[in-house]
């Protein structure tokens, strides 16, 4: 993660997983580029780059904290 986080591979991800697309005359969709435990790790990373970055900068920032680490405690735990 921290890899793709530095390289411009980490916005292609994203699109991929955001987007459809088109590849050699076929309709690809985003489940066909992203697995479920992918979209899973990037949210984890995700909820930690938030927190690292931008919680204790705001009221609102702390409050949203919560829920966010609430979303990361679920999601550390759910391995299906």
């Known amino acids: 993660m921290i890899e793709l986080a530095h390289s411009s591979d980490m916005t292609k991800l994203r699109e991929s997983s955001l987007y459809f697309q ?21 949210l984890l990373f995700s909820i930690e780059v938030f927190d690292d970055a931008l919680v204790g900068t705001t009221n609102y920032s702390m409050e949203i904290d919560k829920e966010t680490d609430a979303i990361f405690e679920k999601l550390s735990k759910d391995v299906t």
């Open 22 to 42: 088109r590849e050699n005359g076929i309709l690809v969709v985003p489940s066909e580029k992203i697995d479920k435990k992918l979209a899973r790790t990037l």
